[in-house]
């Protein structure tokens, strides 16, 4: 004689069954935040070493303080984060095309005279931009006057040592660098 399931062990089953996915789902959230993390370094390195091949490929860094179409009257570094600012987010738009070659060679007044693309832009750049993830503009620090170090920015990032700094905003895409407490889940590319 077949024997057939009560209604008390398929309960008890689909109990078993919903206390694993449930235990299941922070582990997946972890897992693709995570990989969203890895991205968006990965966008970070290519742009530090777009920015790094025009330095190498014109001598100079690409874009001023915005002031300026001219990197050699630059008197401050580059910081642009606060997305905002309408002229910080052209600033940075202006910078992206000239890194991807993807306007004219002379982008915004700005010199890519070689037409070299040192960057590679997303398909839908008119749409979105360069973007992170999360669909914010990533920030980008530069030392245009060569010290060495990130200067008076009024940042988290002045004296730190080097040339370019890239930060995604994070999952909670709201720009921490800015503020006087330390960053909570912004993404830096130099650590």
Known sequence: ??????????????????????????????????????????????????????ETAYLTMPWSDGTTDSPSSTLNDAVWHDWTSADQCRYYDKLMELLACSNTPNAYGLRNTRETRFLQPPQKLSETGIVDFWGNRFGVAMDLNSDGRISGTGTHLDGQTGKIFIWSFGPNRTNEWGEKTPPRDDIPSWK
């Open 1 to 54: 004689m077949k024997r057939k399931f009560t209604l008390i062990e398929v309960l008890v089953v689909m109990a078993i069954i919903a206390i694993l996915a449930s235990l299941l789902f922070p582990v997946i959230s972890k897992v693709k935040l995570n990989a969203r993390i890895t991205e968006a370094k990965s966008q970070m390195i290519l742009m530090e070493n777009a920015i790094s091949n025009y």
